[in-house]
């Protein structure tokens, strides 16, 4: 008897696993899946603001790895990836009715630390305000610096370059423009980009385009080697 045994239980699998519970940030920062438990049972919900403000928004149970969205055809992917979760539609077709045609939720959602969840990151941001107001501009570094560090996997294009045209001129601000030049040097490219270009693919951006461009080029300047 002990050898069927044997066999039986290299041949057992383990269930495949559910997401713990919590918000997930899509990396790059333009989605979330929240997982919730009431009781025994678990719910998840994703939210996704794609190309040109785009969204997808579907919700539905959880069992193991497998979402399924309410009284709909289509089923999502949730699997566990350590701290991550990997998120793919069962069949796109059945799912493609809850995006907009720019739209997509497939990816991996990251479990932020706790400095760099959504709250902690506004609080940080708010910070920085009041000490830059303050001209208290070592506080304000401090405030942002580990923001960039940490955090850029679950920051929103947008908030990622304010962040790094507000920490730019803090250094500016205490004389550091080396430091200035290298946070906004990824940002070059969006600088040199004529008005008249910025965001042409996305129009529902085009004014957060220009904005960030209209900044990013007077830091730019600030910073340059007298």
């Known amino acids: 008897m002990?050898?069927?045994l044997l066999v039986a239980?290299?041949?057992?699998?383990?269930?495949?696993s559910s997401p713990a519970?919590?918000?997930?940030?899509?990396?790059?920062?333009?989605?979330?899946?929240?997982?919730t438990r009431v009781a025994k049972a678990l719910s998840f919900k994703l939210e996704v603001i794609g190309a040109n403000a785009h969204v997808c928004e579907l919700e539905g149970t959880v069992t193991g790895d497998l979402g399924q969205v309410h009284s709909d055809a289509c089923a999502v992917q949730l699997k566990?990836?350590?701290?991550?979760?990997e998120v793919a539609a069962k069949d796109a077709e059945a799912c493609r009715s809850w995006c907009g045609a720019r739209a997509w939720f497939g990816g991996r959602y990251l479990m932020p630390t706790p400095s760099c969840a959504a709250a902690q990151v506004k609080a940080s941001r708010g910070?920085?305000?009041?000490?830059?107001?303050?001209?208290?501009?070592?506080?304000?570094?401090?405030?942002?610096?580990?923001?960039?560090?940490?955090?850029?996997?679950?920051?929103?294009?947008?908030?990622l370059w304010w962040i790094r045209n507000d920490l730019a001129i803090t250094l500016h601000h205490l004389g550091d423009d080396a430091g200035c030049r290298s946070v906004l040097e990824p940002m070059t490219q969006l600088a040199r980009t004529p008005d008249d270009e910025l965001g042409g693919a996305?129009?529902?951006f085009e004014d957060?385009?220009?904005?960030?461009?209209?900044?990013?080029?007077?830091?730019?300047?600030?910073c340059e080697k007298k």
């Open 127 to 159: 910070a920085f305000k009041r000490h830059s107001a303050a001209h208290a501009f070592a506080e304000a570094k401090a405030d942002l610096t580990p923001l960039l560090e940490r955090c850029e996997p679950v920051l929103s294009r947008f908030d």
């Open 2 to 4: 002990l050898l069927p």
């Open 208 to 222: 957060l385009y220009r904005k960030v461009a209209k900044a990013t080029r007077a830091n730019l300047k600030a």
């Open 202 to 204: 996305e129009p529902a």
């Open 21 to 35: 519970p919590g918000e997930y940030v899509l990396e790059g920062g333009n989605g979330t899946l929240t997982i």
């Open 80 to 85: 566990v990836k350590g701290d991550a979760v």
């Open 9 to 16: 239980a290299a041949l057992w699998t383990a269930p495949p």
